[in-house]
C-alpha cells in the first residue's frame, strides 16, 4: 500500500503548479501551431484570450468535476462521492470504496477525453483563439489526474481509493488486508 497526497506537501504543490503552468504555456504554443496548420484562426487580442480563457475554463472545470461525480457513481454502482474544497478547488471522493486500475483509469481520464473532444469540436465549429486558450487551461488541469493515474502503472497495484486526504493504492485486495488487520 502506498499513497499519494499532492496538498501535504507545500513545497511538492508549488512544484506542480509550476509545472502545469509549464504545461498550460506548452499547449497554447503547439495548440496554436496545430491549429493554424487545418483553420484560419479567428484572432482576439491577449486581454480577452486570457479573460475569455478563464472564464470559460471556469465553467470547464465545473463540468470536469461533474464528469469525475458521474463516472464515481456509474462505477461505484450508485454511491454517492463526497466533496471537499482545498486551495480553492472543489474536489469530488469516494472513501471506502475500492476501484480496480481500469475503474479508475476510466475516472480519471474521462474528463480529459470528453471535455478535449466537445472544445475540438466547438473549434472546429467557431476557430476563436480563445478557446485555445480554454483548451489549454483544462489540458493543464488534467495534468493532476494524470499525475494521480500514475500509480496505476505499478504492476502491483489491485485496488485504488480516493480518500480526502490523497489517493491510496493497494497492492492486494484491501478487504483481505482489513480481516488480516483485525485477525493481528
Known sequence: MFK??????????EGFLLFQFTVVMISILLSYKFAYLFASVIEQNILF???????????IYLLHELVH????RLLSK???????????????????????KWQYSMIMLAPLLIITLILFTLFSVATYSSIIFIASFHIGYCV????????VLNANVQYIEDTEDG??????????????????
Do not use: A, E
Request: glycine share 6%; net charge positive.
Open 4 to 13: 499519494i497526497d499532492l496538498f501535504s506537501n507545500k513545497k511538492l504543490l
Open 69 to 72: 461525480n458521474l463516472m464515481f
Open 144 to 151: 493532476r489526474d494524470i499525475y494521480l493515474l500514475s500509480g
Open 49 to 59: 484570450n486570457l479573460i475569455y480563457g478563464i472564464l470559460g475554463f471556469t465553467v
Open 167 to 184: 489517493i491510496i493504492y493497494f497492492t492486494q485486495n484491501p478487504s483481505n488486508q482489513l480481516q488480516t488487520d483485525t485477525k493481528s
Open 78 to 100: 450508485g454511491q454517492k462521492p463526497t466533496y471537499r474544497i482545498k486551495y480553492g478547488l472543489i474536489k469530488s471522493h469516494m472513501p471506502q470504496v475500492y476501484f480496480k
